[in-house]
């Protein structure tokens, strides 16, 4: 599976709950209609809510990966 090239990158693996999905809103916030946002996350926690919050607010998250590191990659497309 070849991986889409974001327009964005935002690594919050030192961030915690609920700063993880205010520093992800920013970032969308900043960004224009369309564009893709790839998140560089850490824990249990970031890993259910931030794509969960991304969908609920009209995002599409357009995948996840897990990593070797136990950390996770969210690519979103903002609304």
């Known amino acids: 599976m070849q991986e ?8 919050i693996t030192a961030e915690t709950c609920p700063m993880t999905f205010v520093r992800t809103r920013l970032a969308l916030d900043r960004m224009r209609s369309g564009q893709l946002l790839r998140v560089h996350l850490n824990g249990a926690e970031p890993r259910a809510n931030v794509p969960k919050t991304a969908a609920d607010q009209g995002h599409a998250v357009l995948s996840s990966q897990d990593q070797a590191d136990g950390s996770t990659l969210v690519l979103i497309r903002k609304r």
């Open 4 to 11: 889409q090239p974001a327009d964005q990158e935002l690594d």
